[in-house]
């Protein structure tokens, strides 16, 4: 409808309270008319109010709550009426009230729409809410969720901000921590109302440690972000504390179980030792052997399991997967299994009509381990004449997994109180029965932290003399079948007769049983102490007389990492060439990777083991 300006200074005294009419060109608001004025807004009266007002109504909007008007405006022109609420007043000063509107579309002027607004405050019906806020201790604010623009701040806020002064304009991370980007960890545009999100920040400058709980509210009409902050630094220091001393006490105990466990076959090895150097019979003395043997290997797989141990809580050990045929995966493991269970005399049986795997993508190593780590401690525990059972089924949905294995006993048991502590390190149920059962205390915690790499699950149920339960789930993704590597015969070994090799090692003992062993074979050995009469041995020799290096990594005056280098820049072609195996007892990835940026072949943990020491000259001599 048109209107004419009569018509308008006569609908403006018509309307009650607090009313401005305006002309609506784009954005651009022009004064027409003005109502007598009512009710007081902030600290002016109705009338003083809309003088206040007046022409400059969009300049005393705060900048960032604009938009709110403006949508407003143009929703009212085009549905007849709208309303919202925005902060009025002096935003440079931080003075202001929160202003609710109501807008009217009335009619045009001009062929320009022209819009009645009327204004009351809107921050009455909060005053109670505010004046609680103000007298907290607690730090609070309010931002708007788009733009993170401070909406409000209590006394404690302003107090504790790194501006100080007026927080209008300023966002809240920069107004409570002088940071001129957006907050890293802020998840305010995923908050739904009611929605929240804690989290503890630290401020490493000032080492201080504060909880944010941050909570989606509706403030004003619109969705904003309320924060509540509290200092926790005193809290969080004594946590440290805390967790400093049972960090001690945990290494603590670990070493003094290492340390045990370590002497307990140590002490076996000597005396056996000694028995066989006193005995007269041959049989006797290598029954003695046998026994060192046995217990070498023990001793050997518990300096393993521990460093094992030692990767997975530093988060070194890693999942390397790989494409493998099922059937041939279990088939390793089942041979052993059966091998323990018939020495044991105990029935070994498994079920694997409804596992369907045929090649699989998984860390076949980490795989085999866990499964018999559970198999060797299930047979180990089973008396004579009991069962040891293995089932395996899948592919098939069990939620987040596709394979499901279960490996049952009928052995010992353990008590169900004992149950929580199985997975602990060192942790072993001390009965009459198992005293007497050699372990590491090892094996559990190690199979729990290979099952949580994996990405699987494994739970154990247990009845003291009716034996153990375990379950385990994988997700086996399917793989391809690749080719196998060939691996050398024993009559490919013969070609190492009268092969010449450098070995490089100071421990005296060491260097003696491996030139030993390596001549038992027919192999010639040249030997140095250290890694600088190595390079000085393979600089003397003839040209291509040397076949391969051994040599140890650490070592006196030159160690093997440096050795190596040395032998590749000689300006001669067999130093380019010949193979150089490092001696290490540390293979983990970062070592490997050293040994070979050295000029290294392949990296062979010590103690080594010979069958497959010449397995792997054979391979680079053919």
Known sequence: MKLTLAEIYSLAAFFPGNCLVYKLDGQQLTLLASSEGGEQIGPRSGKEFLQYAGDSLMTKVFKNDRRFLLETLARAVKDGSAECVYRFGEESQDSFVWLHTIVKHIGKLDDSPVVALT???????????????????????????????????????????????????????NYMFGKKHVCEDCQLKRLQMDGKQELVRHDKDGDRYLNIEKK??????????AHFINDVTEKKRNERMLAVEREASAKAAFVSNVSHDMRTPLNGILGFIELALQSKGKDEREEY???????GKFMLNLINETLDLSKISSGKLEIEPENSNMQELLDTIIVSAYANAEVKKV???TKL??????????????????????????????PAGGSVTMCMEGPADFGAYNCHIVISDTGVGMDKSFLPKLFEPFSQERTSITRK???TGLGMSIVKS????????ITVDSERGKGTRFDMWFFLPPGQTSEAAEVPVDGELMQLVNRRILLCEDNEINRELMQSLLSFKGIEVIAAGDGQQGVAAFANSPEGSIDAVLMDVRM??????????????MSRDDARHVPIFALTGEVDDESVQKAKAAGMNECLSKPVDIPVLLQQLAAVMT
Not at 159 to 164: A, E, G, I, K, V
Not at 289 to 295: F, G, M, N, Q, W
């Open 216 to 225: 989606g509210i509706s403030w004003y009409g619109h969705f904003a972000c």
């Open 119 to 173: 204004f009351r405050n809107a921050s009455e019906r909060n005053e109670a809410q505010l004046e609680l806020l103000e007298d907290m201790d607690t730090i609070v604010y309010v931002c708007d969720v788009e733009t993170q623009e401070l909406l409000y701040a209590n006394r404690a806020a302003m107090n504790n901000s790194q501006l100080r002064g007026s927080y209008s304009g300023h966002t809240c991370y």
């Open 347 to 349: 029935q070994f049986i």
């Open 353 to 382: 009509a409804d596992m369907h795997f045929q090649d699989v993508y998984v860390d076949v190593l980490k795989l085999q381990k866990v499964i018999l780590n559970l198999l060797s401690n299930a047979i180990k525990y089973t």
């Open 437 to 439: 059962i050699e372990g």
């Open 556 to 569: 006196p005056i030159m160690d093997g990492l440096e050795a190596a280098r040395a032998i590749r820049a």
């Open 289 to 295: 052997l046998e026994k060192i043997r046995t217990t």
């Open 450 to 457: 290979l099952v949580d790499l994996m990405g699987g699950k």
